[in-house]
């Protein structure tokens, strides 16, 4: 899949994985039940500091500003996570490739989107959203593009790091699925492959298939 980066975003690194082969299912109980435990673990930090505390997610509301979309009210993905949490509404299990993604967004505090790519048309780009822009999200409302960075299809957007689009989700249909990592402009390179190689290689242990990656 060609994957692309618009020019005005040329000084950001986005992690890319390609899965194919994959069988999308119920959660293994290890992951399930790593899960929990995280989302537990986090709810007693809550106790001591906001969300946006966090350095992650301070660090992805100050860009949501930079690029002219208010982080108070189109938040990014793993803030609102981490509010569901600290009020204890915990994350039920979705299925195997979703609670992977919620997994490894807030343990690196930064947005994962798992995309299916059967219902990607075209090259991808990810590049800052325009004014006449929106799209179905995964929160069941028409959301705006605009001044959001996105990834978008022939079709327009249908990920962000605030939230995805119904369009693309991924489902136990799913066979080939798509991973965007929105990475932390401050996370060292060597980080970077580090959250992209172990990723991937649960992903496949979890979901089977195989994969490529690579840093755009």
């Known amino acids: 899949m060609e994957v692309s980066v618009h020019s005005s975003l040329s000084d950001y690194s986005f992690g890319i994985i390609h899965y194919r082969n994959v069988t999308v299912s119920d959660s293994p109980q290890m992951l399930k039940g790593r899960l929990q435990l995280f ?11 906001k969300p946006s505390d966090f350095e992650g997610i301070a660090e992805w509301r100050q860009l ?8 108070n009210r189109y938040r990014p993905s793993t803030e609102a996570l981490l509010r569901r949490i600290s009020k204890q509404n915990y994350l039920p299990s979705a299925n195997s490739a979703v609670d992977l993604n ?3 967004s807030l343990q690196y505090e930064t947005p994962l989107g ?5 219902n990607i048309s075209g090259p991808v780009e990810i590049r800052v959203g325009s004014k006449d822009e929106q799209f179905e999200g995964l929160n069941g409302r028409d959301n705006s593009a605009e001044n959001l960075i996105i990834a978008a299809d ?13 369009r693309t989700s991924v489902s136990r249909e799913t066979t080939e699925a798509v991973h ?7 996370l060292p390179a060597a ?16 979901n089977g298939g ?7």
């Open 180 to 186: 965007i990592v929105y990475l932390r402009p401050s």
């Open 154 to 166: 022939d079709y327009g957007p249908f990920g962000s790091p605030s939230v995805d689009s119904l």
């Open 210 to 216: 195989n994969a490529t990656s690579q840093i755009v």
């Open 114 to 118: 798992i995309y299916d790519a059967q």
């Open 64 to 71: 949501f500003k930079q690029f002219g979309k208010d982080p």
């Open 102 to 104: 919620n997994f490894f």
């Open 191 to 206: 980080d970077q492959e580090k959250l992209l190689d172990s990723l991937k290689h649960m992903f496949i242990q979890v």
């Open 39 to 49: 989302q537990e673990s986090l709810f007693f930090d809550l106790k001591d500091k």
